[in-house]
C-alpha cells in the first residue's frame, strides 16, 4: 500500500495536470512535508510546528469546531470566541422574543453576568491526529465483501476509539479518507458551557440577507460573539454558575494592518464536505433530482413562510433560524446547478473516466483489479434514481410539515403507553413535554397549516403512486374525496398535537388510543413508513456505489503516483492557504478584492428586509468615525476576497496573515464558483472573508463593546 498523501492527480481536481498553489484543503500533521515550500514562497513567517503540533501549544489549539457545523476562534485568554451571525443566529433566535428581540436590535453583555447561556451548544477542540490506516485494515482481506469489509473495519475502529478514550475525557473518532482507503485517529475534547456575550443587529449581521448570498461584492457584517466556560478546575463541564471562563492554551491576536493584493491568507477550520472525486454518473444526479428537488421543494415552502414572517414581528423570531437554514442551501442549489452546467462539468468529468479506461485496459493486472469501479457507479446511480427521487420528496416536504417532525418524536411514550409501566410513562411524559414545549416556542400554527398543504399537494402531483403514502388512497380519498385542503384543516382541527395547550391537557392523563387514533399522529406514521420502505428499497445499491467509489479513487491514486493528493473536506480539521486576490467574473468585468461601509450605505434601502440599517450606522459612516480600525487609505473596510479553497463548515473559520494574526472570518463564497465542491475553478474561486477591523468597529465603536475588544491582544 503506498504511502498517504505521496500522491498527486489534479486531473481530478481541476481538470488538468497543473497544480494551483491556492487549491487544497490539507491535513495539518503533514503540512511539513507537503505544504511549507509554497506557503513560505507566499509569505508564511511560520514554522509548520507553529501551526500544528503535538508536542507544544500552537496555532490549531486556538481553533475550535462550533456547535454542529461551523468553525470559530478563541481570541482571548477569557475564552472569549469569535464565529460568523449566522453560525450563532439559532441561539441568537433563541434568546430573542418581542420583548427583547435581540435578531432585531443585535444583543451585547456588558458583564459576564450578563452573558446567557445556550442548552446544546458546545466547542470542540482538536487534540491530535494519528495515522492509523494499518490498524483499521489489518482484518480487512482481499474478495471480501462490502458488508463484511465495512464490519471488519468498524470493529477496529471500536477498538482503536475505545482505547483512545480510556483513562481522559477526551472523545476519540477514526474517520475515513479516499472512499476508505485510509483512515485516521483524530482525538477531540469538549466543552459544553458556551454563552452568548454578542451579536450585532441582524440588519447588519444579515446585510443583503438572500439577495447577496453567495454573491459579491458583499456587505455583511457577519459575526457573533461567545465565551466558553470550564469548571473550576479548567477541565469541560457542563452549565454552572460556578463555572468560570476558560483559559485557552492558545489565543489568536488581531491584526489592523492594511491589505492588499497578493498579501498571504490562511485558514484553519472544519470543512464539512466536498466532492471531487465525483463522476459524471453522480453530477448527472446532482443536476437531475438533487438540485431540482431542492429548489422547487423549498421555494414554495419558503415563500409560505416568508409571507407570514413580514405579517408578524412574533412568526419572524419563531421563523428566522428555521428559515434561514432552509433558504442558505436553496440558492446554494440554484448556483451550483447553474455553474455546473456553465463549466459543463459533466463533460469534463467524462473526459476524465475516458482517460481512467485507457490507463486500466493498458495492463491486465490494473483491470482485473479496477475494470469494473466505474460500472458498479454507474450501476448504483442509475438504478437508485427513482427511489432517490422519492426519498429527496420525503425529505424535503417533510421539512415542510412540522407537526409531523414533533409527532415523530413520541415513539418513547407510545412504547412507556405500551409497556402500562407508569414509571416509564411519567419519564416518557416528562421527556415529550420538555420537547414540545421547546418545538412550540418556535411555532405557528396557520404557517404550518398553509404549509403542510402546500407539500402534500406537491408530493401528491409530483412523485409516483408507488411511492405515495397509503393515507391519499384511505383517507384523501375515500374520506375528502381528494381534496387535501379539507383533509389538513380536519387533521389539525381535531389533533391533539395542534397546540401546545391541547397537547399537556392529553399529556396529564396521556392514553394509548387517542394517539393510534389521531389524524396527525397517522398521516405522520404512514408518511414514515413509506419513508422506511423507500429507503430499504434504496439501500440495495449502497454496497455496489461503496466499492465502485472505493476502487475508483483507489485507482485513481494510481495514475499519477509522482505527485501529491488532498482528500475531500469530511468534517475534520483542515488548511488551506491563497492569497488576497480581486478577480474576473465575465467579459470586461473586474471585482476589486475589498467592500467598504460606504457600499453598505449605497445598498441601503428604508424598511427593506433585507437592506434597511440602522441610522446610526449611516452617521457614523457619514461623519467617518472609523477609529483605530479604518483603513489608512480614509474608509471602514467591510469584507475581501481571497483564493483560499474552503466549504460549507469552514464558515467562522479564522483568515490569517503570514505571522498567524487574525484579520478575518471566512463566511461565503462567490456565485461564479458554485461548483466548487465538486470542481475546483482556479481562476473563479474566492472566499468571502469579513474583515477583523470591521468586526472590532462594530463592537467598539457602533455598539460601544470596547470591554470585549479591550481583551484581544491587537497589532497595528
Same mark, same amino acid.
Given at each position: ?16 495536470? $497543473? ?43 486556538? !481553533?475550535?469546531?462550533?456547535?454542529? /457545523?461551523?468553525? =470559530?476562534?478563541?481570541?482571548?485568554? +477569557? ?29 451585547? =453583555? ?47 475502529? +471500536? ?21 476508505? *482507503? ?15 456575550? /454578542? ?70 477550520? %472544519? ?6 472525486? #465525483?463522476?459524471?454518473?453522480?453530477? *448527472? ?24 414572517? #413580514?405579517?408578524?414581528? $412574533? ?7 428555521? %428559515?434561514?437554514?432552509?433558504?442558505? %442551501? ?17 463533460? $469534463? ?118 411511492? +405515495? ?74 454496497? /455496489? ?48 478584492? %475589498? ?63 503570514? *505571522? ?9 463564497? *462567490? ?7 465538486? =470542481?475546483?475553478?482556479?481562476?473563479? +474561486? ?22 470585549? !475588544? ?7
Amino acid at each position: 500500500m503506498k504511502k498517504l498523501f505521496t500522491i498527486l492527480l489534479i486531473l481530478i481536481l481541476s481538470f488538468s495536470f $497543473k497544480a494551483k498553489a491556492d487549491e487544497g484543503m490539507w491535513l495539518l500533521p503533514l503540512l511539513e512535508k507537503l505544504n511549507m515550500g509554497k506557503m513560505t514562497e507566499l509569505g508564511l513567517k511560520l514554522s509548520a510546528e507553529d501551526i500544528y503540533s503535538i508536542n507544544k501549544v500552537c496555532l490549531k489549539d486556538a !481553533v475550535v469546531i462550533f456547535g454542529g /457545523g461551523c468553525t =470559530a476562534e478563541i481570541v482571548s485568554s +477569557q475564552g472569549l470566541v469569535l464565529t460568523n451571525h449566522h453560525c450563532g443566529y439559532g441561539s441568537i433566535q433563541a434568546h430573542s422574543s418581542v420583548d427583547h428581540d435581540y435578531l432585531r436590535d443585535g444583543f451585547w =453583555a456588558k458583564t459576564k453576568e450578563e452573558e446567557l447561556p445556550n442548552p446544546n451548544l458546545s466547542v470542540t477542540f482538536l487534540i491530535r491526529v494519528e495515522d492509523v490506516t494499518g490498524q483499521v485494515l489489518a482484518n480487512v482481506k482481499q474478495g471480501m465483501s462490502e458488508t463484511d469489509r465495512t464490519a471488519a473495519i468498524n470493529d477496529a475502529r +471500536q477498538v482503536i476509539e475505545k482505547k483512545a478514550a480510556e483513562g481522559n475525557n477526551y472523545r476519540a473518532q477514526v474517520s475515513s479518507f479516499y472512499g476508505g *482507503n485510509y483512515f485516521y485517529l483524530l482525538i477531540y475534547e469538549r466543552y459544553n458551557d458556551v454563552r452568548l456575550v /454578542g451579536a450585532p443587529p441582524s440588519s447588519i449581521g444579515k446585510f443583503g440577507f438572500d439577495t447577496d448570498n453567495w454573491e459579491w461584492p458583499r456587505h455583511t457584517g457577519d459575526f457573533s460573539v461567545f465565551r466558553v466556560y470550564s469548571g473550576p478546575d479548567g477541565k469541560p463541564a457542563p452549565y454552572s454558575k460556578d463555572n468560570i471562563p476558560l483559559k485557552p492554551k492558545r489565543y489568536l491576536t488581531v491584526s489592523l494592518k492594511d491589505r492588499k493584493i497578493g498579501d498571504f491568507a490562511m485558514i484553519l477550520g %472544519y470543512p464539512g464536505r466536498t466532492n471531487r472525486y #465525483m463522476t459524471s454518473y453522480e453530477v *448527472n444526479e446532482q443536476l437531475q433530482i438533487v438540485h431540482p428537488d431542492r429548489i422547487k421543494i423549498r421555494g414554495i415552502k419558503q415563500e409560505i413562510w416568508m409571507k407570514d414572517m #413580514m405579517a408578524d414581528q $412574533k412568526v419572524n423570531i419563531q421563523y428566522s433560524s428555521k %428559515y434561514s437554514g432552509s433558504s442558505n %442551501y436553496w440558492k446554494y442549489s440554484i448556483g451550483q446547478k447553474a455553474s455546473l452546467e456553465k463549466l459543463n462539468v459533466k463533460a $469534463k468529468k467524462e473526459e476524465i473516466e475516458n482517460q481512467f479506461n485507457k490507463w486500466v485496459i493498458a495492463d491486465p493486472e490494473r483491470k482485473a483489479k479496477y475494470g469494473e469501479a466505474l460500472n458498479m457507479i454507474k450501476t448504483a446511480i442509475e438504478g437508485r434514481a427513482d427511489y432517490y427521487n422519492a426519498v429527496q420528496y420525503i425529505s424535503e416536504c417533510m421539512q415542510g410539515c412540522e407537526l409531523f417532525g414533533l409527532n415523530r418524536r413520541i415513539a418513547s411514550l407510545v412504547t412507556a403507553l405500551k409497556s402500562k409501566d407508569n414509571q416509564k410513562i411519567s419519564d416518557a411524559v416528562s421527556e415529550f413535554k420538555n420537547t414540545s414545549s421547546n418545538f412550540y416556542k418556535d411555532y405557528n400554527l396557520p404557517t404550518d397549516i398553509q404549509s403542510t398543504k402546500a407539500m402534500l399537494k406537491l408530493y401528491r402531483t409530483d412523485v409516483p403512486v408507488k411511492f +405515495q403514502p397509503d393515507f391519499y388512497a384511505n383517507v384523501v380519498d375515500k374520506k375528502f374525496k381528494g381534496d387535501i385542503d379539507k383533509f389538513v384543516d380536519d387533521m389539525f382541527a381535531k389533533s391533539v398535537f395542534a397546540n401546545e395547550a391541547k397537547l399537556n391537557a392529553f399529556l396529564d392523563k396521556p392514553v394509548l388510543k387517542t394517539i393510534e387514533s389521531d389524524p396527525v399522529y397517522l398521516t405522520a406514521t404512514s408518511f414514515f413508513n413509506t419513508a422506511t420502505g423507500v429507503s430499504k428499497d434504496l439501500s440495495q445499491f449502497d454496497a /455496489g456505489l461503496a466499492t465502485g467509489k472505493r476502487l475508483w479513487i483507489a485507482a485513481l491514486l494510481e495514475m499519477v503516483p509522482e505527485k501529491t493528493l488532498y482528500p475531500d473536506a469530511n468534517s475534520t480539521m483542515r488548511l488551506s492557504y491563497g492569497t488576497v486576490q480581486d478577480y474576473d467574473p465575465r467579459d470586461a468585468v473586474t471585482y476589486k478584492y %475589498y467592500t467598504t461601509l460606504q457600499g453598505v450605505v449605497d445598498k441601503y434601502k428604508p424598511g427593506d428586509y433585507e437592506f434597511d440599517v440602522p441610522k446610526r450606522l449611516i452617521e457614523l459612516n457619514n461623519k467617518k468615525e472609523f477609529g483605530r480600525y479604518g483603513s489608512s487609505k480614509g474608509y471602514m473596510p467591510v469584507c475581501f476576497l481571497t483564493t483560499n479553497d474552503i466549504t460549507g463548515g469552514n464558515s467562522g473559520s479564522p483568515v490569517m496573515n503570514g *505571522n498567524g494574526e487574525l484579520i478575518g472570518l471566512a463566511f461565503d463564497g *462567490n456565485w461564479e464558483s458554485m461548483s466548487g465542491d465538486i =470542481a475546483y475553478e482556479p481562476e473563479l +474561486q474566492r472566499t468571502i472573508v469579513v474583515d477583523i477591523r470591521y468586526v472590532l468597529w462594530l463592537m467598539d465603536i457602533y455598539s460601544g463593546a470596547k470591554n470585549l !475588544v479591550d481583551e484581544m491582544t491587537i497589532v497595528q
